[in-house]
């Protein structure tokens, strides 16, 4: 099995910038693609960014530019980095992988920016 632990979420000031991280344990092995979602109150849990074993990226059309995905496979562990937060970008943040063609998904950590 696979387990992943999303942390960095908290409080910021809109203009501010976070960086999360997700850690990956278990059968890390298997692990191919890493990404993170976000849900909004209210909202669908929508993509944010994903990142493969190789370094390749994808971003949602409107996260590209102010957010980057990167990933340090010796510590199996993506982040995100969060920069010129809006209101808009407050959610729950999860990390997501595929196991044995399984969803996995982390507990999600709560990015709040206030205005």
């Known amino acids: 099995q696979v387990q992943l632990v999303e942390s960095g979420g908290g409080l910021v000031q809109a203009g501010g910038s976070l960086r999360l991280s997700c850690a990956a344990s278990?059968?890390?092995?298997?692990?191919?693609?890493l990404a993170w979602y976000r849900q909004a109150p209210g909202k669908q849990r929508e993509l944010v960014a994903t990142i493969n074993k190789s370094q390749g990226t994808i971003y949602a059309d409107s996260m590209e530019g102010r957010f980057s995905i990167s990933r340090d496979n010796a510590k199996n562990t993506v982040y995100l980095q969060m920069n010129s937060l809006k209101p808009e970008d407050t959610a729950v943040y999860y990390c997501?992988?595929?196991?044995?063609?399984?969803?996995?998904w982390g507990q999600g950590t709560l990015v709040t920016v206030s205005s």
């Open positions: 997501h992988t595929t196991y044995i063609g399984l969803d996995v």
């Open positions: 278990g059968s890390t092995w298997a692990i191919d693609a």
